[in-house]
């Protein structure tokens, strides 16, 4: 197995003082300016994140501003497909019209992304699912996809030992009470909402899109960028996985070889125990 090398501690834009690590997933070393070159050059541009990690968020806000000279279009898990902000009205009722929660967003946990995309004048439109059509599918399966849903997932399988990483992750995401008998629709309730954003990305006629999603969603291996390698081969495609310094680090990294180009390292947020009184309800915002 491959092994993710350290390769370089940099200093981010000074109102973030965040000292983060970037690696490459085959190992060579990768400095912040290459990055931003890397994502100059790309169509899609997938940028995962640890939802309740505020480093994640100023660091996509930077890496927006960074690439807001080419006018790229910003698709967002947190807003429903179909929606866009209006720039001239205010920008939490503008959000919360296309579906956002401010509650189940912990809101302002997520503005730099917001801020950095609206400031810079791009476009930012709404890629997911809405969440009661995601619990519909969770709860009914097949039955519960819109026809365009069911065409594209048709057109993207996955593979075998992809369809394993993502049944381990749904499980572990729900501390291990998801069900077997529960588990083919949640993985197609996961999957339908990467359908979604994948054709809000393919929807977009000009310029490159930056889709801004939890890193199971940004995946190359099961994700978004899987269905996007196969619905549009000839474009170009870059993944970013957000992770969390401290123990375990490279375990959780190992486990992960092969579904990002780049990972982006950041300090940890401090939370409680995710599993500590754990109640299986809907499907959770991907991690």
């Known amino acids: 197995m491959k092994k993710f090398l350290l390769v370089l501690t940099l200093i981010c834009a000074p109102h973030t003082a965040l000292a983060d690590e970037i690696r490459r997933d085959d190992g060579s070393v990768l400095t912040r300016g290459e990055v931003v070159a890397e994502l100059a050059r790309s169509d899609f541009i997938l940028l995962g994140e640890l939802h309740d990690n505020p480093h994640h968020h100023s660091a996509r806000g930077e890496l927006i501003r960074e690439l807001a000279t080419r006018k ?79 065409a594209r997932l048709a057109l993207a399988p996955l593979a075998a030992t992809a369809q394993k990483k993502l049944d381990d992750d749904l499980t572990a995401g729900h501390c291990g009470h998801l069900s077997a008998a529960r588990l083919p629709n949640m993985r197609l309730a996961q999957r339908a909402r990467d359908t979604a954003m994948a054709t809000a990305m393919l929807t977009v006629e000009d310029g490159p899109v930056i889709l801004l999603a939890g890193n199971g969603h940004v995946r190359l291996d099961y994700g978004v960028g899987s269905q996007l390698r196969q619905l549009a081969p000839q474009r170009r495609i870059v993944s970013i996985g957000f992770f969390e310094s401290g123990p375990g680090l490279e375990q959780r990294l190992a486990i992960r070889e092969g579904a990002f180009d780049y990972v982006w390292i950041t300090p940890p947020a401090q939370r409680d125990d995710p599993c500590a009184g754990f109640k299986f309800t809907s499907p959770p915002p991907a991690k």
């Open 72 to 150: 790229p279009s910003v698709v967002m898990e947190f807003l429903d497909r179909g929606s866009s902000l209006d720039p001239k009205l205010p920008l939490l009722e503008e959000m919360e019209k296309a579906g956002f929660s401010a509650k189940g967003w912990r809101w302002p946990l997520h503005e730099p992304l917001f801020s950095a995309a609206r400031e810079t004048g791009l476009s930012i439109l709404g890629g997911n699912l809405r969440g009661e059509d995601a619990r519909r599918v969770a709860k009914e399966g097949d039955k519960a996809l819109a026809t365009e849903i069911a």
